[in-house]
């Protein structure tokens, strides 16, 4: 890795976040948010707050070092030449947020090299800020974190997520249709980087989910793996917009195999 002061991206990472999040919590309209445009279908909203998140958390971070890269859900795109790349989502989850649920986040990490090394997730509506650095264990605030451990596949909470174009929704129920007997139960908050902490600190067991990106992904993942967890993709692939597993080790593998089983045997999207 370039030698890169990783203390100091996790401080700049967690301000951004913070002031992200009471942006989105103060000033969010008692009404709801606007709707300014739709995505992937009509159900994959962006709402003005969005973009006014990815707004101050670029300012932020460029703010500070303005010869890194980043790349944001909101269109947010940045060339850099300092080898640091920041995957930002300004608000994980914002169909929630739309709604008033408190399932929603700001997601921030930086990658060095191409390795990710540093994740923060602020859940601002439950006041939650998890963060990792890379070999540096996972933290909720003061208390460091660890994800369950030598649970059976029968007795896992297994949390998942739903895509918003109607074939690939279609496939996810499939698959669930054979997931969900073999488990202890499903929970489907609304938000991947949500999951993926509850993940790293005990409150779900395993997560599974197609269809992310990368910024959804990122922190969540690095929180998780810090966490003890095992994130990967099917089949030894990295986790991904395929599909993304996260659990303890040993409740990995057969949950992994459960899904590789389910999605080969499902229609694809």
Request: proline share 6%; with cysteine; net charge negative.
């Amino acid at each position: 890795m370039t030698r890169i002061d990783l203390t100091e991206l996790l401080d700049l990472a967690t301000d951004a976040a913070r002031r992200a999040g009471d942006l989105l919590v103060e000033t969010r309209p008692e009404e709801g948010p606007t709707v300014t445009a739709t995505k992937s279908s009509p159900t994959d909203v962006v709402t003005a707050m969005d973009t006014a998140s990815e707004r101050l958390i670029v300012e932020t971070l460029l703010g500070s070092r303005p010869h890194d890269t980043i790349l944001g859900e909101e269109g947010a795109s940045e060339a850099g030449t300092s080898g640091v790349r920041w995957l930002v989502d300004p608000i994980d989850g914002t169909v929630n947020f739309l709604y008033g649920l408190p399932e929603w986040a700001v997601s921030i990490a930086a990658e060095v090299d191409g390795q990710l090394a540093v994740g923060v997730v602020n859940i601002a509506p439950r006041g939650e800020m998890f963060v990792a650095v890379r070999d540096g264990g996972a933290w909720l605030g003061e208390e460091r974190v660890h994800c369950n451990k030598d649970v059976p596949l029968e007795r896992a909470l297994v949390a998942t997520g739903f895509g918003y174009a109607s074939s690939r929704r279609a496939h996810q129920a499939e698959v669930l249709r054979s997931v969900l007997p073999r488990v202890r139960d499903i929970r489907r908050g609304g938000s991947c980087a949500v999951d993926l902490c509850s993940v790293a600190c005990g409150r779900a067991d395993a997560y599974y989910e197609s269809g992310p990106q990368e910024w959804d992904l990122a922190a969540g993942v690095l929180i998780a793996r810090e966490a003890g967890g095992r994130v990967q993709g099917l089949r030894g692939r990295p986790p991904g917009y395929e599909l993304t597993i996260a659990a303890a080790p040993e409740l990995f593998g057969p949950l992994h195999d459960l899904l590789a089983s389910a999605v080969d045997g499902a229609a694809r999207p």
